[in-house]
T-cell receptor, first 118, second 116 residues
Framework: AQTVTQSQPEMSVQEAETVTLSCTYDTSENNYYLFWYKQPPSRQMILVIRQEAYKQQNATENRFSVNFQKAAKSFSLKISDSQLGDTAMYFCAFMKPFYGGSQGNLIFGKGTKLSVKP | DGGITQSPKYLFRKEGQNVTLSCEQNLNHDAMYWYRQDPGQGLRLIYYSQIVNDFQKGDIAEGYSVSREKKESFPLTVTSAQKNPTAFYLC???????????????FGPGTRLTVL
């Protein structure tokens, strides 16, 4: 069974600075997808970034980037130029591809609560 | 606007009562999911459905039931057998396009259930 671990329950960062959130996972699969979701105080789940395991290049979406280390099973999220609106819970998640027998469901870590301070 | 709606936003239940949480989507998605979120926990899968009239148990299905009579709707019933039902419940949906190895999962705004 796959597991996702986020070891930082809470973090804080000053506005405009950079912060990195950690995530490790365990799987015997070779191909899979990894995600970072943001859940602001509104509690709406928002997809931040996605990484496909067969791609060596790290995914980037504007101020958000990942450091994907497949051998180490590590998937960290870096937020550059932090903004007040980045304050949220951040969840790391795992999904097997459909051809891997997946039903399309996500396996989540417990989350990291990020506070951006002015 | 296409999207997923969940109702009600807040729901209060007395112990021993069954309650039903609504989830509707107009995205024409075949697959739908129910997750439960507790403080300090990630989201855990309760039930999922890949097609109308078919659904499967997830990791924490005990005390819950679902139906999938229409493609657009996937209601979740929290029964009196659920020992600790107070939680935040999220519904999600995705396409089942198997020509893609991945289809993005879209989430509803959630329902907060409190047992009094």
């Amino acid at each position: 069974a796959q597991t996702v671990t986020q070891s930082q329950p809470e973090m804080s960062v000053q506005e405009a600075e950079t912060v990195t959130l950690s995530c490790t996972y365990d799987t015997s699969e070779n191909n899979y997808y990894l995600f970072w979701y943001k859940q602001p105080p509104s509690r709406q789940m928002i997809l931040v970034i996605r990484q496909e395991a067969y791609k060596q290049q790290n995914a980037t979406e504007n101020r958000f980037s990942v450091n994907f280390q497949k051998a180490a099973k590590s998937f960290s999220l870096k937020i550059s130029d932090s903004q007040l609106g980045d304050t949220a819970m951040y969840f790391c998640a795992f999904m097997k591809p459909f051809y891997g027998g997946s039903q399309g469901n996500l396996i989540f870590g417990k989350g990291t609560k990020l506070s951006v301070k002015p | 606007d296409g999207g997923i709606t969940q109702s009600p936003k807040y729901l209060f239940r007395k112990e021993g009562q069954n309650v039903t949480l609504s989830c509707e989507q107009n995205l024409n998605h075949d697959a739908m999911y129910w997750y439960r979120q507790d403080p300090g926990q990630g989201l855990r899968l309760i039930y999922y459905s890949q097609i109308v009239n078919d659904f499967q148990k997830g990791d924490i299905a005990e005390g819950y039931s679902v139906s999938r009579e229409k493609k657009e709707s996937f209601p979740l019933t929290v029964t009196s057998a659920q020992k600790n039902p107070t939680a935040f419940y999220l519904c999600a949906s995705s396409s089942r396009d198997r020509t893609n190895s991945y289809n993005e999962q879209f989430f509803g705004p959630g329902t907060r259930l409190t047992v009094l």
